[in-house]
Structure formats: structure tokens, C-alpha cells
Nanobody, 125 residues
């Protein structure tokens, strides 16, 4: 069993930055690909970014490419999402997710085995 706990959400003005963290329990973190998804009110959950188990490969949604950066520290069992140049349309609940014992991440939520509880990010205009 893997448990994921996100932190770092909050309220920020447009153009600002936030850094989300997701700490994982369990010994399988370093062998698991990780991803971030988000869900805005009235919308479906959407892919944001993913990172391979080693951290060497990353994927980004076009809407965040060049503004968001995913990284991980396997020694700390933590994955990060640095969000810069935030826009009001980035407002959503952000979830981290893990694919158990898989090297590469996925853009599809159905591929993920474990999910955090989510953290709210609100960007004001």
C-alpha cells in the first residue's frame, strides 16, 4: 500500500508561483512513476505532468509546458511541482498519483494505482 500526501497549495495572484509537494509512504516510491493531475470545478480531471521513476523522463500537458516543472527526490520519497507564471485557468484541485512498479509515467489517469487527497490551488486575476 502506498499513501500520498500533497501540500503547498494556496491562493496566489496571476503571474505568481507555487511549489507543490507530494510525500509518499512505502518502499516502492523509487520504482514508481509519478504524475500530477488537476480538476477544476465542473470539469474532468486532466493530466498536468508525469515523471519516470528515476526522474530522467518527464511529460507535460501543452497548457503548462514552459511554466511548470516536475521533479522528484527519491531519498525523500517526494515529488514536486514547481508552478510559475500562474494563470487563473490553473485554478483547480491538484492531485499527485503513483503507478506502482513502473518506470515511465502516463497521461492517463486510469494507469495510476494510488492517489493523494488533493490540494487546492487558486489563482486570482
Amino acid at each position: 500500500q502506498v499513501q500520498l500526501a500533497e501540500s503547498g497549495g494556496g491562493l496566489v495572484q496571476a503571474g505568481g508561483s507555487l511549489r507543490l509537494s507530494c510525500e509518499a509512504s512505502g518502499r516502492t516510491f523509487s520504482s514508481s512513476a509519478m504524475g500530477w493531475f488537476r480538476q477544476a470545478p465542473g470539469k474532468e480531471r486532466e493530466f498536468v505532468t508525469a515523471i519516470s521513476s528515476s526522474g530522467g523522463t518527464t511529460y507535460y500537458a501543452d497548457s503548462v509546458k514552459g511554466r511548470f516543472t516536475i521533479s522528484r527526490d527519491n531519498a525523500k520519497n517526494t515529488v514536486y511541482l514547481q508552478m510559475n507564471s500562474l494563470k487563473p485557468e490553473d485554478t483547480a484541485v491538484y492531485y499527485c498519483a503513483a503507478i506502482f512498479a513502473r518506470t515511465f509515467g502516463s497521461r492517463y489517469s486510469r494507469d495510476y494505482d494510488y492517489w493523494g487527497q488533493g490540494t487546492q490551488v487558486t489563482v486570482s486575476s
